[in-house]
């Protein structure tokens, strides 16, 4: 990359508020996420961490203040072709043991999902699926059916799904709380390889602050408002956690 070269902005927020009803939950917000980023968000229970990720993602419209995600202004839609860039993976908690659907039937709606579900699937599709699932290293347990993993497997499996849909970012909302340490661990390694090696943007907002810390290069720490915005090594990122949990 050249010195001039900036990395592509993925998503900027600027001077966002957001509020339920007469709750504020979300005051003057102001962020860049660049591609190639590693960031954790973290922030006590109802500090506003879920609502940042749907504020990002475009679930949630800001009652004043902008949204651009690719560099394009988000109004109340988000375009099909920014859409499917943004992988949010969801927590594991809700998929019964009795869900019918195999793994690969769950990686191909990622694919359903940007081809448009009246099409059927191609060959390349079918291909492109189970190339993201090589990528999770779940590509053995491709005809299992996915209520019979175990919860770290289930979330591969939805990361591969986002994978499948050709996502360039991640967001991924506290899936550590349906896993233990070991497992929370396998995947923040899963993450850090898809961030290394094919340069896919992390936005995760977790609550290990230890494993956050250990794996993600900028933290965001919230309290409704940012108290920290920087690099994990910076040796302020103490006193801001400090500040935010207590
Ligand atoms: N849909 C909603 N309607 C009303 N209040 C909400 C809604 N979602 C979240 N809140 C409130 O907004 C605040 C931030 O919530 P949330 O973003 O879920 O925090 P976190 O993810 O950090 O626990 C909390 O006070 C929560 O009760
Ligand atoms: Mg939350």
Redesign the pocket.
């Known amino acids: 990359m050249s010195k001039e070269e900036k990395p592509e902005i993925i998503a900027c927020l600027k001077d966002v508020n957001v509020v ?2 007469n ?1 504020a ?1 979300l005051y003057d917000i102001n962020i860049d996420i660049l591609k190639g980023d590693f960031v954790g968000i973290c ?10 990720l ?1 504020t990002i993602i475009g679930l949630i419209e800001p009652l004043t203040g902008q949204v651009a995600l690719f560099g394009q202004e988000i109004r109340d839609k988000i375009p099909k072709e920014i859409r499917f860039k943004i992988g949010y993976v969801p927590q594991i908690t809700e998929i019964d043991r009795n869900f019918p659907a195999l793994v690969r039937d769950v990686v191909e709606m990622g694919r359903y999902a940007k081809a448009g579900l009246v099409k059927s699937l191609t060959a390349e599709d079918k291909q492109k699926a189970m190339d993201a699932l090589k990528l999770v290293d779940m590509d053995y347990m491709a005809e299992r059916p996915i209520g019979h993993l175990s919860g770290g497997q289930q979330q591969r499996v939805l990361i591969a799904q986002a994978l499948a849909a050709e996502a360039e970012v991640l967001l991924l ?1 506290e899936f550590t709380s349906a896993l233990d340490f070991r497992m929370t661990e396998e995947i923040m390694e899963l993450l850090d390889f898809l961030n290394h090696t094919h340069g896919i943007t992390i936005v995760n ?1 977790g609550h290990n602050l230890e494993l956050l810390r250990a794996y993600c290069s900028r933290m965001i720490c ?1 309290n409704k408002v940012i108290a920290f915005d920087g690099s994990t090594k910076d040796p302020e990122l103490d006193s801001a956690i400090d500040r935010v949990f207590h």
Do not use: E
């Open positions: 339920y009803g709750l939950a922030g006590p229970n109802g500090s506003g961490k879920t609502t940042l749907k909302d907002v919230i």
